[in-house]
C-alpha cells in the first residue's frame, strides 16, 4: 500500500516501536520548536521550512557544558576565551606576520565574526582540542552551521554591490558625456582659432608681397634720384665753369673800357681801332648776355629738377614711414601667430590629457564590466544554489505533509 507516494513496507513490532517512538519525539520537537517561535516572535512560523531550519540550528548549536554541571559564573552561548580567535590558534605565534595576513584576509573576506565564532564552538565541541590554522579553515570551509543565512546575506551584499556599481557606472557615463561636450567644445574653437590663423597668414603674405613691391619701386626711385643727381652734378660743374669764364669776360671788358677810359684823351690815329674795339666789345656782351640766359634757363632747369627730387625725396619718405608701420603690423601679427600657436598647443595638450582620462576611464567602465559579469555569474551561482535549498525545504515539506498525512490517517 502507498500513502501520498511514500511507500508502506511490513515490518516486525520492535521496529514499529522504535520507528513510533522516534517519530513522537520529532513530533514533540517540532511542536516544541514552533512554541518556541510563537513565544519569541509572536507570530507562527512562515513553513515547515522555518520550523526544520529553526529545529536544526537549536539541535546542532554547540552546548558549552559538556560536562552537565551548571557553572553560575559562565551563562554564555559560547566558549568561554581570554583572546581573540587567531591568538587561541595552536600554531598562530609560530606562523610569520605574512602567513598571519594571509590567514585573516582568507577567513575575513569569506566568513562573518559570528560564523568565524561559532565554527571554533563547533570545532572545540566536536574535537575536544584547540584547532591549528589549516585545520580550522579546513573545518570552517566544511562547516554547513548557518551557512544558509551566510548565502543570502552574500547574495544581499553583492545586489548592494551591484547597484553600487551600476550607480557608479552610471556616474561615469555622466562625467564621459560632459567630457565629450567639453571636448566638443575645444575641437569647435580650436577649428575657429586655426581658421583665424590661416586668415592671418593669408594676410601676412599679401602684406609681405605688398612691402616687397614697395621696396622694389623705393629701391627704382633711389637710382632715379642717384642719376638726376648725377646729371646735377654735372650742369652744376658746367654752370660754375660759365659763371667763371663769365667772371673773366667781365674783367677783361672792365680792362678794356679802363683802357678806352685812357685813350679817349688820344683819339688820334686809334679812333678807328677804339671803334672795332667798341664793337668787339658790344659783340661779346651780346655773346655774355647769350650765355647768362642760357646760364638763367639751366639754373631754373636745376631748380625745377631739384624741386622733383624734393617731392620724390618726400614720397620715398612717406612710403618709408608705410614700409614701417607694415614692418609694425607685421611684427605685431607674428607675436600674435606665436601666441595663437602656444595658445594651440595648450588646446593640443588638453586634448590629449582629455583622450587619456577617456581612456583610462574607458579601461575603468571595462573592469567594472568584468567585475559585474564575475557579479552575475557568483550571483547565477548562489541563486542555483537557493534554489536547490528551497527545493529542498519543498521536498521536506512535502515529507513532512506526507508524516501529518500518514498521522492523521493512523488517529
Same mark, same amino acid.
Given at each position: 500500500?502507498?500513502?501520498?507516494?511514500?511507500?508502506?513496507?511490513?515490518?516486525?513490532?520492535?521496529?514499529?516501536?522504535?520507528?513510533?517512538?522516534?517519530?513522537?519525539?520529532?513530533?514533540?520537537?517540532?511542536?516544541?520548536?514552533?512554541?518556541?517561535?510563537?513565544?519569541?516572535?509572536?507570530?507562527?512560523?512562515?513553513?515547515?521550512?522555518?520550523?526544520?531550519?529553526?529545529?536544526?540550528?537549536?539541535?546542532?548549536?554547540?552546548?558549552?557544558?559538556?560536562?552537565?554541571v551548571?557553572?553560575?559564573?559562565?551563562?554564555?552561548?559560547?566558549?568561554?576565551?581570554?583572546?581573540?580567535?587567531?591568538?587561541?590558534?595552536?600554531?598562530?605565534?609560530?606562523?610569520t606576520?605574512?602567513?598571519?595576513?594571509?590567514?585573516?584576509?582568507?577567513?575575513?573576506?569569506?566568513f562573518?565574526?559570528?560564523?568565524?565564532?561559532?565554527?571554533?564552538?563547533?570545532?572545540?565541541?566536536?574535537?575536544?582540542?584547540?584547532?591549528?590554522?589549516?585545520?580550522?579553515?579546513?573545518?570552517?570551509?566544511?562547516?554547513?552551521?548557518?551557512?544558509?543565512?551566510r548565502?543570502?546575506?552574500?547574495?544581499?551584499?553583492?545586489?548592494?554591490?551591484?547597484?553600487?556599481k551600476?550607480?557608479?557606472i552610471?556616474?561615469?557615463?555622466?562625467?564621459?558625456?560632459?567630457?565629450?561636450?567639453?571636448?566638443?567644445?575645444?575641437?569647435?574653437?580650436?577649428?575657429?582659432?586655426?581658421?583665424?590663423?590661416?586668415?592671418?597668414?593669408?594676410?601676412?603674405?599679401?602684406?609681405?608681397?605688398?612691402?616687397?613691391?614697395?621696396?622694389?619701386?623705393?629701391?627704382?626711385?633711389?637710382?632715379?634720384?642717384?642719376?638726376?643727381?648725377?646729371?646735377?652734378?654735372?650742369?652744376?660743374?658746367?654752370?660754375?665753369?660759365?659763371?667763371?669764364?663769365?667772371?673773366?669776360?667781365?674783367?677783361?671788358?672792365?680792362?678794356?673800357?679802363?683802357?678806352?677810359?685812357?685813350?679817349?684823351?688820344?683819339?688820334?690815329?686809334?679812333?678807328?681801332?677804339?671803334?672795332?674795339?667798341?664793337?668787339?666789345?658790344?659783340?661779346?656782351?651780346?655773346?655774355?648776355?647769350a650765355?647768362?640766359?642760357?646760364?638763367?634757363?639751366?639754373?631754373?632747369?636745376?631748380?625745377?629738377?631739384?624741386v622733383?627730387?624734393?617731392?620724390?625725396?618726400?614720397?620715398?619718405?612717406?612710403?618709408? =614711414?608705410?614700409?614701417?608701420? @607694415?614692418? /609694425? +603690423?607685421?611684427? %605685431?601679427?607674428?607675436? !600674435? $601667430? &606665436?601666441? #595663437? *600657436?602656444?595658445?594651440?598647443?595648450?588646446?593640443?595638450?588638453?586634448?590629449?590629457e582629455l583622450?587619456?582620462?577617456?581612456?583610462?576611464?574607458? =579601461?575603468?567602465?571595462?573592469? @567594472?564590466? /568584468? +567585475?559585474?559579469? %564575475?557579479?552575475?555569474? !557568483? $550571483? &547565477?551561482? #548562489? *541563486?542555483?544554489?537557493?534554489?536547490?535549498?528551497?527545493?529542498?525545504?519543498?521536498?521536506?515539506?512535502?515529507?513532512?505533509?506526507?508524516?501529518?498525512?500518514?498521522?492523521?490517517?493512523?488517529?
Amino acid at each position: 500500500m502507498k500513502i501520498s507516494g511514500v511507500p508502506v513496507v511490513q515490518t516486525s513490532e520492535s521496529d514499529k516501536l522504535i520507528a513510533q517512538v522516534t517519530e513522537d519525539l520529532n513530533t514533540r520537537k517540532i511542536l516544541q520548536t514552533r512554541e518556541t517561535i510563537m513565544t519569541f516572535t509572536g507570530r507562527p512560523p512562515k513553513d515547515a521550512s522555518h520550523i526544520e531550519e529553526v529545529k536544526h540550528m537549536i539541535e546542532t548549536f554547540p552546548h558549552p557544558n559538556l560536562d552537565g554541571v551548571v557553572h553560575q559564573q559562565n551563562t554564555g552561548g559560547t566558549v568561554p576565551v581570554d583572546s581573540d580567535i587567531w591568538e587561541r590558534l595552536s600554531d598562530w605565534r609560530s606562523l610569520t606576520q605574512e602567513q598571519q595576513d594571509e590567514n585573516k584576509e582568507f577567513l575575513l573576506t569569506r566568513f562573518s565574526v559570528e560564523d568565524l565564532q561559532l565554527a571554533w564552538d563547533q570545532y572545540f565541541v566536536q574535537k575536544g582540542e584547540l584547532p591549528n590554522c589549516s585545520q580550522y579553515r579546513i573545518f570552517i570551509n566544511n562547516w554547513r552551521g548557518n551557512k544558509t543565512k551566510r548565502r543570502t546575506q552574500s547574495l544581499a551584499e553583492m545586489m548592494r554591490a551591484l547597484e553600487k556599481k551600476d550607480d557608479e557606472i552610471y556616474q561615469e557615463r555622466d562625467e564621459q558625456q560632459l567630457l565629450h561636450s567639453q571636448l566638443e567644445l575645444v575641437n569647435h574653437i580650436y577649428n575657429g582659432q586655426l581658421r583665424r590663423v590661416q586668415d592671418l597668414e593669408q594676410d601676412n603674405d599679401i602684406l609681405r608681397d605688398n612691402i616687397h613691391q614697395l621696396e622694389n619701386e623705393v629701391e627704382q626711385k633711389s637710382e632715379d634720384i642717384n642719376h638726376i643727381r648725377e646729371i646735377t652734378e654735372v650742369q652744376g660743374r658746367h654752370v660754375y665753369q660759365l659763371r667763371r669764364t663769365i667772371t673773366q669776360k667781365d674783367r677783361q671788358i672792365c680792362d678794356q673800357c679802363s683802357q678806352l677810359r685812357d685813350l679817349e684823351d688820344t683819339k688820334g690815329e686809334y679812333g678807328s681801332v677804339i671803334k672795332r674795339q667798341k664793337l668787339m666789345i658790344k659783340e661779346k656782351k651780346d655773346e655774355v648776355k647769350a650765355q647768362s640766359a642760357t646760364i638763367n634757363e639751366q639754373s631754373a632747369t636745376i631748380n625745377e629738377i631739384n624741386v622733383k627730387n624734393e617731392e620724390q625725396s618726400a614720397t620715398i619718405n612717406e612710403q618709408s =614711414a608705410t614700409i614701417n608701420e @607694415i614692418n /609694425v +603690423k607685421n611684427e %605685431e601679427l607674428n607675436v !600674435k $601667430n &606665436e601666441e #595663437q *600657436s602656444a595658445t594651440i598647443n595648450e588646446i593640443n595638450v588638453k586634448n590629449e590629457e582629455l583622450n587619456v582620462k577617456n581612456e583610462e576611464q574607458s =579601461a575603468t567602465i571595462n573592469e @567594472i564590466n /568584468v +567585475k559585474n559579469e %564575475e557579479l552575475n555569474v !557568483k $550571483n &547565477e551561482e #548562489q *541563486s542555483a544554489t537557493i534554489n536547490e535549498i528551497n527545493v529542498k525545504n519543498e521536498e521536506l515539506s512535502a515529507t513532512i505533509d506526507e508524516i501529518n498525512e500518514i498521522k492523521k490517517m493512523k488517529n
